[in-house]
């Protein structure tokens, strides 16, 4: 069975950055199982697969559009350090989750001074070129539920 829109998809993946370093593997785990065209992992990915069978071997590398997006400059922000109320040891490198008009965001601490603190919301992969090692171990139909649900069930999936 090929991959096409709406194929549930276990794949086992390497994902490396430009200088080899391995960010994210799924060795030793699982694979990861995931719908075609339900946007469960990044567009060039999910493109780079479509009309793949069980048994592919793909090596791709994925432009930052494709992948988390470009780093955005207007996503860091200077916020004043009571804004964290009683949390008293802030390091640069902490994340944060902080609501905002578009729903809630994970933040990186990048700078503590004694009344700001600079925070970036661009996700820690914005503006990287990603390549993904990837085998397809297996293809199969959605269930109704899935597709209703946009995303894998399954012995070890949620429960819901
Ligand atoms: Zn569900």
Avoid: W
């Avoid at 071997?57 to 964290?84: H, L």
Wanted: glycine residues 8%; without cysteine.
């Amino acid at each position: 069975m090929d991959i096409q829109n709406e194929k549930v998809v276990s794949i086992h993946y390497k994902l490396t950055n430009n200088e080899g370093e391995v960010l994210d593997t799924s060795e030793g785990k699982d694979p990861l199982n995931y719908i075609q065209g339900k946007q469960n992992i990044i567009p060039g990915l999910e493109k780079a697969l479509e009309g793949k069978t069980t048994g592919d071997k793909i090596n791709v590398t994925v432009q930052p559009a494709e992948a988390y997006g470009e780093y955005r400059e207007e996503m860091i922000q200077q916020i004043p350090r009571t804004a964290f109320g009683e949390i008293e040891r802030i390091e640069p490198g902490m994340q944060f989750q902080m609501n905002t008009q578009n729903g809630p965001v994970i933040v990186t601490v990048t700078k503590v001074e004694e009344e700001n603190v600079t925070i970036d919301a661009n996700h820690p992969l914005a503006g990287k070129e990603l390549t993904f090692d990837v085998e397809v171990m297996e293809v199969r139909d959605a269930s109704e539920e899935e597709l209703s649900h946009g995303h894998v069930h399954g012995p070890d999936g949620h429960a819901h």
